[in-house]
């Protein structure tokens, strides 16, 4: 079970950002994710929608511990993403739109390859 409680990101504005923006509204940071609130319960697929930087990706990166929250938390499985960093990522399998593969390797290398980099018993 996932649960997100008043989730917020605030990221600091790039220059290339503060070009683009020029002097209207926050100059200086984005809101990428604003009081997000969910459960996804054990069992059903959920399905995250929105338009471009809608914070989807950030929200994910959030997820799978590879951002901390500005506000708000996180529990996977109970455990909490900030404080429990690694009880989160032994539970989770996170594959993004730019993960690298390797070419020379075989998908069954590959998912070993991955899985001793993540302590996973082979016997499994
Ligand atoms: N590292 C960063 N620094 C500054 N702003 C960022 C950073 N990452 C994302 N943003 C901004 O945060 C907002 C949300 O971005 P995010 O990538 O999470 O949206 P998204 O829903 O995944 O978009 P897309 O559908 O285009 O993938 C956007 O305004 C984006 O420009
Ligand atoms: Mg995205």
New binding site residues.
């Given amino acids: 079970m996932i649960e997100i409680k008043s989730l917020s ?1 605030r ?4 220059k290339q ?1 503060k070009r683009e923006r020029g002097t209207s509204g926050d100059t200086k940071h ?1 809101d ?2 604003k009081d997000l609130n969910l459960i996804c319960k054990p069992g059903r697929v959920f399905t995250l929608l ?12 959030m997820i799978a511990t590879m951002l901390h929250p500005s506000s708000g938390e996180i529990k996977v499985a109970g455990f909490d993403t900030v404080t429990q960093g690694p009880e989160v990522r032994r539970r989770l399998g996170f594959l993004t739109g730019g993960t690298g593969l390797y070419d020379r390797l075989t998908a069954n290398e590959m998912v070993k390859y991955y899985a001793d980099l993540n302590g996973i018993d082979s016997a499994i």
């Fill in positions: 990101k990221y600091k504005l790039t950002q984005v990428a994710v929105g338009p471009n930087g809608a914070g989807k990706t950030t929200t994910l990166r």
